[in-house]
């Protein structure tokens, strides 16, 4: 069985710091492009960062580029977003994923992060 | 990219929902569907237009008639109620990962 489990959020102030990890098992877990989602409160899906299998590839949307970076550990099978400068538009639910023929096929259960003074 | 999608569609049970997806360009994409129940981490559907992932019940359909997507749920059960996002990726966007504003489907 696939599993995904993100771990990391809460509360923090604008401009502050937050790092979520996703460990995954029940997959090879450096054969998979993985991604970042996020779901702000009441709101739809916004895809926000990518990386590749071998973590030599990254991308970003427009809202997080150049305060977010997402790495990977595949001897731990782990996915990380580390989050810079955030502000209260940041306040979202953030799930991990999988990709597979560019869809999100496994999903986690998401890790709350609130930003807020 | 922008994708369209009704805000709401509202069905009986044991009847057909259908749920639209409008975008540019769909005739070289490929549609993909996933349902979000409330307080729930989103499930993928259908992807690559019609194709299921394992587990999910026939009842759920996809098609792509190259200007609109559509996800079919036949015998809708009360179950089926959540939100559902279409989603496609764009090569040629700087987003290339983008989904619907979603739709909400209420069984009466």
């Known amino acids: 069985e696939v599993q995904l489990m993100e771990s990391g959020g809460g509360l923090v102030q604008p401009g502050g710091s937050l790092r979520l990890s996703c460990a995954v098992s029940?997959?090879?877990?450096?054969?998979?492009?993985m991604h970042w989602v996020r779901q702000a409160p009441g709101k739809g899906l916004v895809w926000i960062s990518r990386?590749?299998?071998?973590?030599?590839?990254?991308s970003y949307g427009d809202s997080v580029k150049g305060r977010f970076t997402i790495s990977r550990d595949n001897a731990k099978s782990t996915l990380f977003l580390q989050m810079d400068n955030l502000e209260p538009d940041d306040t979202a639910l953030y799930f991990c994923?999988?990709?597979?023929?560019?869809?999100?096929?496994?999903w986690g259960q998401g890790a709350v992060v609130t930003v807020s003074s | 990219y922008v994708l369209t999608q009704p805000p709401s569609v509202s069905v009986a049970p044991g009847q057909t929902a259908r749920i639209t997806c409008e975008g540019s360009n769909f005739g070289i994409k490929r549609i993909h569907w996933y349902q979000q129940r409330p307080g729930q981490a989103p499930v993928m559907v259908v992807y690559?237009?019609?194709a299921r992932p394992s587990g999910i019940p026939e009842r759920f359909s996809g098609s792509n008639s190259g200007s609109t997507a559509t996800l079919t749920i036949n015998r809708v059960e009360a179950g089926d109620e959540a939100d559902y996002y279409c989603q496609v990726w764009d090569s040629s966007s700087d987003h290339p990962y983008a989904f619907g504003s979603g739709t909400k489907v209420t069984v009466l």
């Open positions: 994923t999988t990709e597979y023929l560019h869809s999100f096929y496994y």
């Open positions: 990386i590749n299998g071998d973590g030599r590839s990254t």
């Open positions: 690559a237009d019609n």
């Open positions: 029940g997959l090879t877990f450096s054969s998979h492009w």
